[in-house]
C-alpha cells in the first residue's frame, strides 16, 4: 500500500544506494587503470578487428607466452567498466558465457601508431605519488596554501615529475594522448587561425601541437613556440618554428595571435591576470589571443560535460595547485578585461572545448570523466572529514547555507578556503549529495543536503553511512588500488597482502583506530538495512532458536529479537576474541567458534555480509555447515549483494560491481559477489533443495535456503 512512510523508507533505499556507488566509485577509475596496464583494449582492437573475445581469449593473448592469470577476475572487471559504457557485454547462450567488445568509448584506449592513447593519461592519474595525495583533498580546503600533492610528497607535482624520468614521461605522452585528438577536432571546427602571419605558442612544450596548426594553415608564416628554456632546449627542429625560452610572467614573444592550452587553469587569478597582460602586451592592434581551457558551466548538472569538468576542478586543486582552477566563461571574461581585452568570445565548446557532437568527441569526453572520477569519492571523503553534513543538517534545519557559512560552523577558529570547498560541493551536486541553491546572477551558491546527502548525518549513536566512505579511502587502503591488475596477474596472493604482508582483517586488528572505524563503518551500512528488513521481512516468524553467523557483538540478532518476540534464544556466532568481547544481551547467548568447522543449532540461520570474502569452495563448507546444524524443515537465510544476472548502466548494478571489485582488491581476490543462481547452486551443493530471492532493498538481498 502506497503510504507517506512508503514512499518515504522507499526514499532511504534509494539514498543508501546511491551513497554505496558512490563510496565504492574509487573502482571505476582502479579498474580502467588495471584494463590499461593488462593493454586490454590493445587486444581487443587487433588491428581494428574489435571482434568481442572471452576474458579466457583476452587473457591468452595479454599473457603470452608465459600463460596463468585469473579469467574471472578479468571478467568482474570488465563486467563493471561495461556499466560505464567502456566495453559491450555480448551474452552467450544462458549468460554463463560473456565476451566483450570495445564501445567508442573503449577505443580511446587503443594505442595508436604514435603509441599514443587516453591510456597515458589515465595510468598518469593514478600513480602512487598521486594516491598518496588524494587521502588530503580536505586540506585545500583548511589550508590552501599548501597543495595536498605537497603536503604528501614534499615539492609540487612539476618538481617532482622532473626528478623521475619515468614519470616526466608519463606526463608528457599522457598530454600528448589527450591533446592531439583535441587538436584535430579545432582544426576541424575553428577557424580562427585564419589570416594569421606569426602564431605565438605560449607553453608549447615540444611544438607538436604549433606543427599541426602550421600544416593546416599554410598562410602562418611563422610559428613562435615559447616555453621555459630547459622545456624547449629539447625540442627538436621543426620548418617554419622558433623555438623560443623564457618565463610568461616576464614577457611573451610578439606576433598577430597569440595561443596557449591547458595552461591558465593551474594558476590564481592574479597570475593568470599577469599572464594574459603580458599577452596583451605582445599583440598589436586587432591582435587575438586563443585560449582553450576546461570551462565551467554557469549551473550544476548531472550531465557527463558538467561532470568531468567539476571532476578535473577537484583534480587541478589536489594535484597541481590549490588556488589553480577550471573558471566560468565570465570569469575568464573579466581576467580579460583587467588584463586590457575589450572582447571575449567563445569560440567552440564541448567537454574540453570543442564544439562537434560526433562519437569521437563524445568518447573523450565520457573517458576523461572516467579518468577524473577519483575525484568523486575523493571529495566524499574529504566533506566527510570536515563534518559538512552535520554542519548543514544542525538538528534537522537543513537550511541552504553558502561555503563561507558552512566554513564557519566546521572552522570555529576562523581560516580555511571558502572558494575550494564550494568547488567541491558543487562537484558533488553533480552527483545528488547536495542540492545547489543559485542566488542572484550565479556568483552566491547556497548548498543543502538531498537524500543522499543526509545519510552522512551522524545520528544519535554516532552513526552514519559516512564512516563506510572513510573506512574504504585510508591511506593503507589507497596504496592497495593501483594493483587491481595483479588480481589478473596472480589471484592466489591479495593485493593487500602484496602490499602488507598480511589479510585486511589481521592488519586492522593491531591498528585500534582502523579497527574501530571499520566496526562502526559496517554498523552504519547495516542498521539502516536492518530497519528495513525488520518491516519488511516475516522470514522470522515461527523461528524459536535464531543463530546469527558472524554476528559480530551482537547488534543485529538484538533488533531482530526486539521485533520477534517469539524468538526463544539467539545465539551470536563469531569468533572467539570477537564474542569475549560483547556485552550481554537479554535472549541471547554469545558462542564462540569458527564457521568453517561447525556451526551451533537452531531453527534458522542469518548470515549477513559474509560469504563475499569466500571462495565457492568455502562457501559450500559454510553451508554445508549450516545444513547440518538446521532440523529438517529449517531455514538458512541470507544478506548479500546479489549480482544481476545482465549487465546495464542503472544505480544498482553500478553499485553492485564497484563493490565487488572493491571485495576483490582489498579483502579477497578469490572472494566475490555472486548472482542468484550462482547462490543457488552453492545451496544445492551443500544439500539444500530450494532457494528464494527477496528483494527488499537494492544493495542487500536476503536469499533463503530451505532443508527439506
Request: with cysteine.
Amino acid at each position: 500500500m502506497e503510504n507517506e512512510n512508503g514512499e518515504s523508507s522507499n526514499n532511504n533505499i534509494n539514498a543508501r544506494l546511491a551513497i554505496m556507488e558512490l563510496a565504492n566509485m574509487i573502482s571505476v577509475p582502479m579498474s580502467l587503470n588495471a584494463v590499461v596496464k593488462l593493454k586490454v583494449a590493445d587486444v581487443i582492437w587487433q588491428n581494428g578487428s574489435n571482434a568481442p573475445l572471452s576474458p579466457v581469449e583476452i587473457l591468452a593473448k595479454i599473457r603470452s607466452p608465459q600463460g596463468g592469470g585469473d579469467a574471472e577476475n578479468l571478467q568482474r572487471i570488465l563486467r563493471m567498466l561495461t556499466s560505464y559504457g567502456v566495453f559491450k557485454e555480448h551474452v552467450v547462450d544462458d549468460g554463463s558465457q560473456r565476451r566483450y567488445s570495445l564501445t567508442e568509448v573503449g577505443k580511446t584506449l587503443v594505442t595508436d601508431e604514435n603509441g599514443l592513447s587516453h591510456g597515458s593519461y589515465v595510468l598518469q592519474h593514478h600513480q602512487d605519488a598521486l594516491m598518496r595525495a588524494w587521502t588530503m583533498v580536505h586540506e585545500a580546503v583548511n589550508d590552501s596554501s599548501i597543495e595536498p600533492f605537497v603536503k604528501a610528497n614534499g615539492e609540487p607535482a612539476y618538481n617532482y615529475y622532473g626528478k623521475n624520468s619515468e614519470m616526466n614521461s608519463l606526463m608528457l605522452n599522457a598530454m600528448s594522448g589527450v591533446s592531439v585528438p583535441f587538436m584535430k577536432a579545432i582544426l576541424e571546427g575553428y577557424d580562427g587561425f585564419q589570416g594569421v602571419k606569426t602564431l605565438v605558442d605560449v607553453g608549447g612544450s615540444g611544438g607538436d601541437c604549433l606543427k599541426m596548426i602550421l600544416e593546416k594553415h599554410t598562410n602562418i608564416e611563422l610559428g613562435i613556440n615559447f616555453d621555459l628554456p630547459e622545456v624547449v632546449e629539447k625540442a627538436p627542429q621543426i620548418p617554419s618554428i622558433k623555438h623560443v625560452g623564457g618565463d610568461m610572467f616576464d614577457y611573451i614573444p610578439k606576433g598577430d595571435a597569440i595561443f596557449m592550452k591547458w595552461v591558465l587553469t593551474t594558476w590564481t587569478d592574479d597570475e593568470c591576470k599577469e599572464i594574459m597582460k603580458s599577452c596583451y602586451n605582445a599583440l598589436p592592434e586587432k591582435g587575438k589571443f586563443i585560449a582553450c581551457e576546461p570551462v565551467l558551466p554557469q549551473h550544476t548538472d548531472d550531465s557527463k560535460r558538467t561532470r568531468a569538468l567539476l571532476e578535473g576542478d577537484i583534480f587541478v586543486m589536489t594535484i597541481y595547485r590549490a588556488k589553480g582552477k577550471h573558471r566560468t566563461e565570465e570569469e575568464y571574461r573579466q581576467l580579460g578585461r583587467a588584463a586590457g581585452f575589450n572582447d571575449c568570445k567563445e569560440a567552440m565548446e564541448n567537454g574540453n572545448g570543442e564544439t562537434s557532437n560526433n562519437n569521437n568527441n563524445n568518447a573523450r569526453l565520457a573517458i576523461m570523466e572516467l579518468a577524473n572520477m577519483i575525484s568523486v569519492p575523493m571529495s566524499l571523503n574529504a566533506i566527510i572529514k570536515l563534518k559538512v553534513a552535520d554542519a548543514i543538517w544542525e538538528g534537522g534545519s537543513n537550511a541552504p547555507l553558502s561555503p563561507a557559512e558552512i566554513l564557519a560552523k566546521i572552522r570555529p577558529q576562523g581560516g580555511g578556503d571558502a572558494e575550494n570547498l564550494q568547488r567541491i560541493l558543487r562537484m558533488l551536486t553533480s552527483y545528488r549529495v547536495f542540492e545547489e541553491h543559485v542566488v542572484d546572477d550565479g556568483s552566491q551558491r547556497r548548498y543543502s543536503l538531498t537524500e543522499v546527502g543526509k545519510t552522512l548525518v551522524t545520528d544519535e549513536n554516532g552513526l552514519s553511512h559516512g564512516l563506510y566512505v572513510l573506512q574504504h579511502h585510508q591511506d593503507e587502503l589507497m596504496r592497495v588500488w593501483t594493483m587491481v591488475h595483479e588480481t589478473v596477474n596472480d589471484s592466489s596472493s591479495d593485493p593487500f597482502v602484496k602490499v602488507y604482508g598480511e589479510r585486511p582483517y589481521s592488519y586492522y586488528g593491531k591498528n585500534p583506530e582502523m579497527n574501530s572505524l571499520m566496526f562502526n563503518a559496517m554498523s552504519g551500512v547495516s542498521m539502516p538495512f536492518m530497519k528495513v528488513m525488520l518491516e519488511r521481512y516475516d522470514g522470522f516468524e515461527g523461528v524459536k532458536t535464531l543463530v546469527d553467523v558472524g554476528g559480530s557483538v551482537g547488534d543485529g540478532l538484538k533488533m531482530i529479537l526486539e521485533k520477534h518476540s517469539s524468538i526463544e534464544l539467539g545465539i551470536n556466532f563469531d569468533l572467539p576474541k570477537v564474542v569475549e568481547k560483547a556485552p550481554q544481551i537479554p535472549r541471547i547467548k554469545h558462542v564462540g567458534g569458527d564457521m568453517l568447522d561447525c556451526i551451533p543449532k537452531g531453527d534458522a540461520i542469518f548470515m549477513k555480509w559474509i560469504l563475499v570474502i569466500f571462495t565457492d569452495d568455502e562457501c559450500k563448507q559454510i553451508m554445508k555447515s549450516c545444513y547440518n546444524a538446521l532440523p529438517e524443515k529449517g531455514k538458512f537465510i541470507i544478506c548479500e549483494p546479489v549480482l544481476p544476472h545482465h549487465t546495464d548502466d542503472s544505480k544498482r548494478t553500478r553499485a553492485l560491481l564497484e563493490s565487488d571489485i572493491y571485495v576483490m582488491a582489498i579483502y579477497r581476490a578469490q572472494g566475490k559477489h555472486r548472482t542468484e543462481e550462482e547462490y543457488r547452486q552453492l545451496g544445492q551443493a551443500a544439500g539444500f533443495t530450494n532457494c528464494k530471492g527477496i528483494y527488499i532493498d537494492h544493495f542487500f538481498t536476503i536469499l533463503e535456503f530451505h532443508k527439506s
